[in-house]
């Protein structure tokens, strides 16, 4: 199964080459980013770029640092050290507002939907379309229903009733919803904060779709996960972080599924801690790494 899930993501690699190599300027960029909360460093030396048209995945155990790098780029906190540029210009971002303002949007796991509301309406939440003058204003319901069933639909997602509550739908269908409200309001860049983090097989392969459909519209992604399988299918590019550092920073072609995982999984501490455990009455240390060794099918040394 394996096998056919690695050949299937190389010849994907093949096909999307010659796109992914003619990707744009970056967008955003960071140059040695970090992060201090007076003595303690959340984040530090981090480097990334966000291109149109490409997936940049970021990894990590919980307190790797990914939610400070979320809350630095969508402008909810501010960086303390190293630059931070959109299009080529420094910033400091004020608030997520200003991010918003410059085409970053961000769908954290909880999505800020209302679970009772239309889908429609989930869809305007907080941007809704009015009609008719002042005071007679009120709410464009046939306009909005109109924009959002047809927004819906450019990222193939297809609901039969955008009336039905959004609580109702699956854990995947919300976060499309999520996805192709963010592009509607005019995201060039989309930051995903673990958005197959609670769902099953399926409804992560649904999820999977749609930041592939992002990124074929000509986004910047950047896909936030603990998991170097969802991430490897639609991944251009990697970064591990580990408590706060980069540990690997890798393109799609320099990096296999089993380094990939090697890494995220903290390969060099069960290597040290292989001695330890094999102490231990009832635990299988037989699959753990050597200290030193490469990942399994990973080549010996790079050039």
Not at 13 to 32: S, Y
Not at 66 to 86: A, C, D, M, R, W
Not at 91 to 109: F, H, W
Request: some cysteine; glycine content about 10%.
């Amino acid at each position: 199964m394996e096998t056919t899930a690695t050949t299937e993501n190389t010849d994907r690699e093949h096909a999307d080459q010659g796109k992914t190599d003619a990707a744009g300027d970056p967008i955003v960029v960071l140059r040695n980013v970090g992060k201090s909360y007076g003595n303690i460093h959340a984040l530090r030396g981090v480097d990334l770029e966000v291109r149109p048209g490409r997936v940049s995945c970021v990894l990590g155990d919980n307190g790797a640092g990914k939610s400070t790098l979320i809350k630095i780029i969508s402008g909810l906190h501010q960086h303390t050290e190293g630059e931070y540029l959109v299009d080529g210009e420094p910033v400091r971002l004020s608030g997520p507002r200003e991010a918003l303002d410059r085409g970053i949007a961000t769908v954290y796991q909880d999505l800020a939907t209302v679970p009772l509301m239309p889908v429609w309406r989930n869809f305007f939440l907080g941007s809704e379309i009015t009609r008719g003058p002042w005071p007679f204003r009120r709410l464009d319901i046939a306009g909005m229903k109109s924009v959002a069933d047809r927004e819906l639909r450019n990222m193939g997602i297809v609901l039969d009733d955008l009336e039905q509550p959004i609580g109702t739908l699956s854990g995947g269908q919300r976060q499309s919803v999520a996805i192709a409200r963010a592009v509607y309001f005019g995201a060039r860049v989309l930051i995903l904060d673990e958005p197959t983090a609670a769902l099953g097989v399926k409804q992560s392969g649904v999820v999977l779709k749609y930041i592939a459909a992002a990124r074929e519209r000509g986004l910047g992604v950047i896909f936030i996960t603990h998991n170097p399988h969802h991430a490897y299918m639609v991944g251009d590019h990697f970064t591990v972080l580990r408590l706060g550092a980069v540990e690997l920073s890798a393109p799609r072609k320099e990096i296999t599924l089993e380094e990939l995982t090697h890494h995220m999984a903290g390969g060099a501490e069960l290597a040290a801690l292989k001695h330890e455990l094999a102490q231990v009455s009832g635990v299988d240390v037989e699959e753990l790494p050597d200290e030193g060794a490469p990942p399994a099918g990973a080549p010996a040394a790079r050039a």
